[in-house]
């Protein structure tokens, strides 16, 4: 029986445990799109987004076919939770 690679994968960890580089190279190994939370939450000048408008952006990621997001906002994990496939969870050393 042939393994079928998931698709849609979230990643999550306390900031520096390496959930932007686990997820990046995860992205290339699946060839699966990754999307890294924090570029979606803050504007160009480093305000923090409404969070209707963060909220609407990961619902739009979440419906994609395939996607690896990573991102330690806490306000959203049920969101990314019930749409994953597979968690994981980064830690420090």
Known sequence: MKKIPPKKIAVIGLPGSGKST??????????????????HMFEPDGKKKDKREFIEIQQAILSEEAWIVEGCSFS??????????VLIYTETT
């Open 76 to 85: 959203t994990f049920e969101m990314r939770f019930a749409k994953a496939e």
């Open 22 to 39: 686990f997820a990046s190279n995860l992205g290339r190994i699946l060839e699966i799109p990754v999307h890294h939370l924090d570029r």
